[in-house]
């Protein structure tokens, strides 16, 4: 069974940070991109960050460049996003998603449940 499970979220302050994970089973992990998307109440899910399938290229949405850094593990099905220097902006539901190297949520067809992350001022 397909599936891409997110773990990490959590209640922090503003100016702490969190890592989360994407933790990926039942498909060919290492021949996808992971792209990270978060969703605020009344939105669609926006891009944050995506790593490619060898994990050396990384991209950032302009709002986290500099704070976030995105890192895979292969070995552990598994890609890692670092949040630093959190703001209460950054709240929102955080998903992983499993694609091809873009930046459009529509084309990535596996998606994990969602991990909360509240950033309190």
């Known amino acids: 069974q397909e599936q891409l499970v997110e773990s990490g979220g959590g209640l922090v302050r503003a100016g702490e940070s969190l890592r989360l994970s994407c933790e990926a089973s039942?498909?060919?992990?290492?021949?996808?991109?992971i792209g990270w998307f978060r969703r605020t109440p009344g939105q669609d899910r926006r891009f944050v960050a995506r790593i490619d399938w060898t994990g050396t290229k990384t991209d950032y949405a302009d709002s986290v460049q500099g704070r976030f850094t995105l890192a895979r593990d292969n070995t552990k099905n598994t890609v890692y996003l670092h949040m630093n220097s959190l703001q209460p902006e950054d709240t929102a539901v955080y998903y992983c998603?499993?694609?091809?190297?873009?930046?459009?949520?529509?084309?990535?067809?596996?998606w994990g449940q969602g991990t909360q992350v509240t950033v309190s001022s």
């Open positions: 039942g498909i060919n992990f290492e021949t996808y991109a």
């Open positions: 998603a499993a694609g091809p190297y873009t930046r459009t949520l529509t084309t990535y067809p596996h």
